[in-house]
C-alpha cells in the first residue's frame, strides 16, 4: 500500500508539513517519495518582478532554486532513511496541477500528497488553488494536509489591487 508517494513542494512551511507526512507514511509502509518542484508561468514572472535588474539568466535561477529546494526535500527523507528521488517539472504550457497529474501517472504512484494553505472565499478565488484541481482531477488517492496555524495566518491576508489589506 502507498509504495510510491508523490509529493510536490515548493518551499513554504505547508509544502513542508506535507513533506513531513510523506515522509512518516513511507517509513510506515516502506515506500519511496518523489519529489517534484513545479516551475510555471507564475513562478517565472515572480522571479523576473524580484530580480528586476538583474541582468543573469532567470530561468537558471529559478531551476537552481529549484535544484537547492530538492535537495534539502531529499536529505530530509534520506535522514529518517526513505528512498527518495527528485525532479524540476517546467512545462510553461501546462498548469501546475496539470504537470503534477501528469507526473503521477507516468511514475505510476499510489499517492500524492500535497501541503494546503486552506484558503477560503476571496483569496482562493485570487490564488486558485493547485490543490483542489490535484484533487479534483487526480487518477489516484490525494492526502491534503492541512497549514500550520503560522502559515495560515500568513496566507489569510492579501493585498487588494486598491492597497487595501483583506482577511479570508
Same mark, same amino acid.
Given at each position: 500500500?502507498?509504495?510510491?508517494?508523490?509529493? &510536490?513542494?515548493?518551499?513554504?512551511?505547508?509544502?513542508?508539513?506535507?513533506?513531513?507526512?510523506?515522509?512518516?507514511?513511507?517509513?510506515?509502509?516502506?515506500?519511496?517519495?518523489?519529489?517534484? #518542484?513545479?516551475?510555471?508561468?507564475?513562478?517565472?514572472?515572480?522571479?523576473?518582478?524580484?530580480?528586476?535588474?538583474?541582468?543573469?539568466?532567470w530561468s537558471e535561477e529559478l531551476h537552481a532554486n529549484a535544484r537547492k529546494l530538492l535537495e534539502e526535500g531529499q536529505n530530509q527523507a534520506s535522514?529518517?532513511?526513505?528512498?527518495?528521488?527528485?525532479?524540476?517539472?517546467?512545462?510553461?504550457?501546462?498548469?501546475? #496541477?496539470?504537470?503534477?497529474?501528469?507526473?503521477?501517472?507516468s511514475w505510476k504512484a499510489d499517492l500524492i500528497v500535497i501541503g494546503t494553505h486552506g484558503r477560503r472565499g476571496l483569496g482562493r478565488w485570487v490564488m486558485g488553488s493547485s490543490a483542489e484541481h490535484i484533487l479534483r482531477l487526480s487518477p489516484v488517492p490525494v492526502l491534503l494536509v492541512r497549514a500550520p496555524e503560522s502559515a495560515k495566518a500568513e496566507h489569510?491576508?492579501?493585498?487588494? &489591487?486598491?492597497?487595501?489589506?483583506?482577511s479570508q
Open positions: 500500500m502507498y509504495q510510491r508517494i508523490l509529493v &510536490p513542494i515548493d518551499g513554504s512551511s505547508t509544502s513542508s508539513r506535507g513533506l513531513a507526512e510523506a515522509i512518516q507514511l513511507a517509513k510506515l509502509t516502506g515506500g519511496r517519495l518523489r519529489l517534484v #518542484h513545479v516551475i510555471d508561468e507564475l513562478s517565472f514572472a515572480l522571479t523576473m518582478d524580484a530580480y528586476a535588474g538583474y541582468a543573469g539568466d535522514q529518517e532513511g526513505v528512498e527518495v528521488d527528485a525532479m524540476v517539472l517546467d512545462s510553461f504550457k501546462r498548469s501546475v #496541477h496539470d504537470q503534477v497529474i501528469s507526473q503521477a501517472q489569510e491576508r492579501f493585498k487588494l &489591487p486598491s492597497g487595501e489589506l483583506a
